[in-house]
């Protein structure tokens, strides 16, 4: 499986014929921002750091900190406009942060499927409406949300029972393994997590080396 597994990410690089490192804690992962989640799975930043300023024309030393909009200085070329609203993700100091949510948030658990935990924030309007059908008022409650991510595609799955049986889709054995408990076991987090570990096991996430 592994081995199936490297061919697979060899063929993503194209003819280039490019070696892959299975992922491991601590990774060299390259810091600047992802435009796209492809950017992510290749290991190359669209903005590598040091071609990033603020508005002063500084550098940034740490997007985390960064607000709004950058500007970013190609190696050759005219200066751009980067819109952190806009944007997939970035890595600092070998950790991915991805947009969702209130914010960025980091990627928890990383594998084939990975975990990530989320604040998003839900407004409440009071049930009791005026005579002209205006609410008096709403509240605002913010919440954690734990997601799924899927490596193969990029998708955002929820941590549940149907999120976990859409992803393992693509290992029809662990499916029916999961398939096979019964419908309240398939949701716990036990058991997801669980299935997600097994998952990662028998798929390692590559990444290209440069």
Known sequence: MRNLMTVLVWSMCGLSFCQTSEYFGGMDLHDGIYLRFSDFKYNTP??????????????????????????????????RTVD??????????????????????????MGSISHMVVEQTYRDWNPYMSSYGQPYGSTTRTVLVQQLLDMETGNYLPFNASGMDQVLQHDPVLLE???????????????????????NDRHPLFFPAH
């Open 46 to 79: 669209s903005v590598p750091l040091e071609q990033l300023r603020d508005a002063q024309g500084l550098t940034v030393p740490d997007i985390r900190q960064a607000r709004g909009k950058l500007q970013w200085q190609p190696d050759s070329g005219e200066q």
């Open 177 to 199: 393994e999961f398939r096979a408990l019964p419908k309240k076991g398939r949701n716990r987090d036990e058991a997801l997590f669980r299935f997600m570990r097994l998952y």
């Open 84 to 109: 952190l609203q806009r944007i997939w993700g970035f890595c600092q100091n070998d950790v991915v942060y991805i947009a969702g949510g209130n914010g960025f948030f980091r990627i928890g658990l």
